[in-house]
C-alpha cells in the first residue's frame, strides 16, 4: 500500500507558475519510478512528466519540456512538479503515481498508487 497526497494546485493566470507536490507514504521501496499526470474535463489523462527513484531519470511530454521540471526529495518521500510559463491548456487536475515495475512508461497503465489529486486551472 502507497498512499500519496497531492497539494499546490490552484488558480494561476497565464504565465504564472506554480508548483505541486506529492507526499507519499506507505511502502515505497518497491517504487521504481512517480510521475505526474493530468486530466482535464473529458479527456483521457495524459502523462506530463516522470523521474525514476534511482538515477532521476526524467522524462516530459512534449507540451511540456521547457517549462515543467519534476524532481524529488527521497529523504522526505516528496515528489514535485515546478510548473513555469502556465498556459490555459495547462488546466487539469493533476495526479501523481508510482510505478513499481522495472520499467517506466509516460503512460498511466504502468502506474500502480494514484493520489486524490490537486485541481490546475489557468486562465487566460
Known amino acids: 500500500q502507497v498512499q500519496l497526497v497531492e497539494s499546490g494546485g490552484g488558480s494561476v493566470q497565464a504565465g504564472g507558475s506554480l508548483r505541486l507536490s506529492c507526499a507519499a507514504s506507505?511502502?515505497?521501496?518497491?517504487?521504481?519510478?512517480m510521475g505526474w499526470f493530468r486530466q482535464a474535463p473529458g479527456k483521457e489523462r495524459e502523462g506530463v512528466a516522470r523521474i525514476t527513484a534511482v538515477g532521476a531519470s526524467t522524462d516530459y511530454a512534449d507540451s511540456v519540456k521547457g517549462r515543467f521540471t519534476i524532481s524529488q526529495d527521497m529523504a522526505k518521500n516528496t515528489l514535485y512538479l515546478q510548473m513555469n510559463r502556465l498556459k490555459p491548456e495547462d488546466t487539469g487536475m493533476y495526479y501523481c503515481a508510482t510505478n513499481a515495475l522495472d520499467y517506466c512508461a509516460l503512460v498511466p497503465s504502468y502506474f500502480t498508487y494514484w493520489g486524490q489529486g490537486t485541481q490546475v486551472t489557468v486562465s487566460s
Open positions: 506507505g511502502d515505497t521501496s518497491s517504487t521504481y519510478c
